[in-house]
């Protein structure tokens, strides 16, 4: 597990947990886990779902009665990472804000990180 001590590895908007938590009493799970996933044309591309068992090597995060489960392989990439629920006229959906991201395709739905020895040495200082 990838962690800092005292830093939560996510944050969440009170808007991203109020439909967090919707969400998981309509569906009854346990909790919304995120990751990443290779695929889209900037490489990668996050993962949603929501599930009824907590791994135990999951990152777990809880704010207001949501519960954010980080999968073990998305930990480094999503550290930093704020997520937000908008909804407008045209879309509504969660929004991931990600320091680790320096690139997107046009439609918003694949990302490229940062190099892996970058962010593990911004993650141990050095």
């Known amino acids: 597990m990838f962690s800092i001590p005292g830093k939560q590895a996510v944050s969440i908007t009170p808007a991203a947990a109020s439909r967090i938590k919707a969400l998981m009493a309509k569906d009854g799970s346990t909790g919304l886990r995120i990751g990443v996933k290779k695929g889209g044309c900037a490489g990668m591309e996050y993962t949603m779902e929501f599930a009824n068992e907590i791994n ?5 995060f809880e704010q207001d009665g949501a519960r954010v489960m980080i999968a073990p392989m998305a930990q480094m990439f999503l550290f930093g990472t704020e997520i937000d629920y908008t909804s407008s006229l045209l879309e509504s959906g969660f929004k991931f804000n990600n320091p680790n991201v320096v690139d997107a395709c046009g439609c918003g739905e694949s ?4 190099d892996l020895a970058e962010l593990e040495a911004e993650r141990s200082g050095e």
Do not use: A, G, T
């Open 56 to 60: 135990s090597l999951d990152e777990i």
């Open 111 to 114: 990302i490229k990180f940062k």
